[in-house]
């Protein structure tokens, strides 16, 4: 259902990430609902480019709400749209110059290997930066825990 491996749920379980809530007789894993939901908080997280300390840090704080996290997922999926949309903007025009029989210009070509490039490197400073803002509102409300008496 989850799309994970059984080796990967088991290796969850061992570095205490992930753990089903309970067992059948037989020793097979059985996982309710809100198990799926910390599941999709793993995921998402590490979608994020979050490492499996780092998130299992995260959940522990509750540094994150469920919310948030579906909020993140949006975000990110439509700025591949957005990405994707350019892309392939850009591999029309050039379709176009080539039917045409005109060729690419420099720029064009330049342009369209550009974007190629940012297709790869974006998703990464991205994510960056989505979770050095998250760091930052952790901060805030942090600073506002602590002035409360």
């Known amino acids: 259902m989850t799309g994970l491996t059984v080796r990967t749920l088991r290796f969850y379980d061992q570095i205490e ?3 089903p809530s309970g067992q059948t007789d037989s020793g097979h894993r059985l996982y309710d609902e809100s198990d799926l939901s910390r ?3 793993i995921l998402t997280l ?5 490492s499996l300390e780092e ?3 995260t959940l522990s704080a509750k540094q994150i ?4 996290m579906v909020t993140l997922q949006k975000q990110r ?3 591949q749209i957005r990405r994707q949309q350019k892309l392939l903007e850009q591999l029309e025009h050039a379709s176009k110059l080539l039917i045409g029989k005109k060729g690419l210009t420099v720029d064009d070509f330049t342009g369209l ?3 190629m490039k940012m297709e790869f490197e974006k998703p990464v400073l991205e ?3 989505s979770w050095e803002q998250h760091l930052d509102r952790l901060g805030s409300l942090l600073e506002q825990g602590e002035d409360e008496p």
């Not at 590490?46 to 979050?50: Q, R, S």
């Open 17 to 19: 990430l992930f753990s």
């Open 39 to 41: 599941l999709h908080q």
């Open 46 to 50: 590490k979608e994020l480019g979050l």
């Open 55 to 57: 998130i299992k840090e």
């Open 65 to 68: 709400s469920p919310l948030e």
């Open 77 to 79: 999926i439509k700025e």
């Open 113 to 115: 290997l550009q974007a």
């Open 127 to 129: 994510r960056r930066a």
